[in-house]
Structure formats: C-alpha cells, structure tokens
C-alpha cells in the first residue's frame, strides 16, 4: 500500500512553489497517494480539516503552504509590529490545526521559528538586543535588522548616530520637510532586532548555510560571500522588499534629508552573494582560486563543512522538525574560532540547490524541482526507517 501525503493550500498561490515541486517527487518517484484540501480563508481550512480529520490523522505526510493566510491577518491590521504579531499567531493556529495525530511528518512553509528554542538547547547565537536597550549604551557598527527581512533585504549597517537618526528617530523625522516625510515609510523600533557586526574571516563578508531535513540528515551546506570585499566601500541603493517602493524614495536619494548611504554588508546570494559547496558532490559547482583561499582564511580543510557546525545543524533540523520546520536553510556566522546560529530559515533557497546538484547553472524552476526531490527523498528515507 503507498504512502499517503495531504497537501493543504491556497489554490491561487500552488502551481510553481516548492511545495508543489515536493508533492509531485513523492507521487511521481516514490509512489505516494495525495489528497489535496484547498481553501481561501482561515474558516474554509478549519472546515476542511473538521472534514478530513480521518484523511488527516492517517496521513504519512502533510505539506502545508498558505500564504494566503498571512495576507488576509495583514489586511486585518495597522502597523508593521501588528502585521508581525497577527503572523505568528495565525501561524501558530494553522499548525497546530494541521499536525494531526499519528502524522508522520509535517512540512510548512508558515512555521514559526525564531532562535530562543537553539539557545535553550546550548547552541551559540549572535547576540540580539532591542532598540531601546542600544540606545542606553550605543555602539558602531550595529547591524540593525528588521524581524520581516528576507534575501538580505532589511539589514542595516548603522555606522555613526546621524544614521540612527534617520532612520528611526521620529523628532528628526518630524522636523523634515512634508514632501520628504511623505516618501518616507516608518519603521517600528520594537521590529528590529539589533546586533554588533560579525568581524567574518577573510576580505568578504560570509556566512554559512546548511540544507537540512527533519529526518535528521544534512543535505548540503555551502560558504556564502559577499559580491565585494569588506573595503570596497558600495552601499545599500535600495530594500524594496521591506515597506514598498516608496521606501527605496527618500533613504536611498542623496539628495534627501532620511539619506542614509548604508554600507553593503551582505552575502546573500540574492544580493549578488556567490555560493561555495561545502562536502561536494559530482554535481557541485566547482571553485575558483579565489574561493580556495575564502575557505582557507575560515580554517575550513578540504571543502569539509565543520564538525560544530554540523552538530548545530543536526540539532537544530532534529528540534523543528515537529514545528512543520521540515526543510531548512540555517544561518551560521563565524568569528575567529567561533560560530554561531544566525538565523533559521523556512527554505533553504533555490540558489543552493543549484550550486550543489547542478554545477553552478541556475534556473529557477529546475532549482525548485531539484529541491523538491531532494527534500522528498529524505521523506521517503525516513518513513521508511521507522
């Protein structure tokens, strides 16, 4: 008899996104049967699930994508902090109405993970600290970071007070002229999180990432690095992904009085980050002299990710896993020695897949197909081991 596997999801937003490149591996590969429930509201999934409950509770897999959700809380709402807030919990609902009893696995692209769980379970994290308390006794560089940010996008570098100012200060902001102010969307000091700057190896700003699976297997990790050297001086000309295109008007124009001429501190890959393979396959991409030398100043010896860090990640797949965190992509920071989590990420992207099973050449929808099987794969290893 195949395996079972419930997909639940917002029709509209379904057809190319990972979780639909999953589905297709495990019924296309593995012989799983699927059950799809749709719905366009929070009442339409409630009454779907009270419906299905049997279905649901003898499920092998559930995979849950709604995004959907989040818009409809989001329209409900003022405020960026609000927005947030009215997230998480709609999240929280929504995962626990779908981790039925007796499911195997349960994968969502809406879980709520942040790093206190890590923490608590002994593994290193950079630092966070709120506005306020930086304000008290303030210091430079800070990366601020906004709790929203994605791709890179809401990471600010604030290098001297002025900056600050700028950004956050609501008097300064109250003295500027109307036309400024109009094109200047506000941030809530109490959505940023801020932490001192990561003084990374090398000339580049770095990060790692770690391609994981609940089944407690590591699927690939690869060396982030920024596109320019740490001297280069480039700055930040926009982050429209945080507050809308007005919000690139009058932080990202020299002329303006918000001005806020940010260095670029990023390695994401959406940011013009380039990827190195850690524990590489046939399929990897291959480095370059460049990259050789990166790994070298890290003390990373023969493209072998680290054995902390790949402790950390196997923890950290393992404590997630029965959140709906099935498939992460798990941010690490190191300095001198020492490393810790950054962030832990609901996908790991489709940029790593390329780099580690396509030998570097990127197109989106084959780098989602090749994650999608990779990730059922490990779902089919793992319901198979039990």
């Known amino acids: 008899m195949p395996h079972s596997v419930v997909v639940t999801f917002d029709p509209d937003r379904y057809r190319d996104n990972s979780a639909s490149h999953i589905v297709h591996a495990l019924r296309r590969n593995h012989e799983f049967s699927v059950d799809k429930l749709t719905f366009r509201s929070r009442s339409e999934l409630e009454a779907s699930q009270e419906r299905h409950k049997e279905t649901l509770a003898a499920a092998d897999v559930i995979v849950h994508n709604s995004f959907l959700l989040y818009e409809q809380a989001r329209a409900e709402v003022m405020g960026i902090h609000d927005e947030h807030n009215a997230f998480h919990a709609v999240l929280n609902e929504e995962i626990s109405g779908i981790a039925a009893a007796g499911t195997s ?28 308390a930086w304000k008290q006794d303030p210091f430079y560089p800070a ?3 906004h709790k929203g ?82 001297n280069a001086g480039e700055t930040v000309t926009g982050i429209s992904g945080i507050l809308g295109p007005d919000w690139t008007q009058a932080y990202f124009t020299p002329r303006s009085p918000f001005y806020l001429g940010l260095r670029k501190i990023t390695s994401n890959s959406s940011t013009g980050g380039r990827q190195i393979t850690l524990d590489p396959t ?105």
């Open 105 to 132: 696995i349960v994968l969502s692209y809406n879980a709520n993970l942040g790093d206190s769980d890590a923490r608590a379970a002994g593994i290193p994290t950079v630092p966070k600290i709120s506005v306020d």
């Open 143 to 145: 990366v601020f970071r």
């Open 149 to 230: 940010s994605w791709k890179g996008k809401g990471i600010f570098c604030i290098d001297n007070y002025d900056q600050f100012e700028r950004l956050l200060d609501e008097g300064y902001f109250q003295r500027q002229p109307r036309r400024w102010r109009k094109q200047a969307s506000r941030l809530d000091p109490d959505d940023i999180d801020v932490m001192r700057m990561i003084d990374t190896p090398s000339d580049f700003f770095t990060h790692y990432r770690v391609f994981t699976a609940g089944n407690g297997e590591i699927l690939g990790a690869v060396l982030s690095y920024s596109a320019q050297k740490k």
């Open 282 to 386: 046939s399929d990897a991409r291959c480095i370059t002299q460049l990259e050789e030398q990166i790994l070298e100043d890290h003390g990373v010896v023969d493209q072998k990710l680290p054995g902390d860090l790949r402790g950390y990640a196997l923890a950290i797949a393992r404590l997630y896993a029965p959140s709906g965190g099935y498939a992460l992509g798990i941010d690490f920071f190191q300095e001198r020695e020492t490393k810790m989590l950054g962030e832990v990420n609901l996908s790991p992207g489709s940029r790593i897949f390329s780099t580690l099973f396509n030998n570097g050449r990127h197109h989106e929808d084959t780098a989602r197909r090749i994650g999608g099987e990779k990730i059922a794969e490990a779902m089919y290893r793992q319901l198979h081991a039990a």
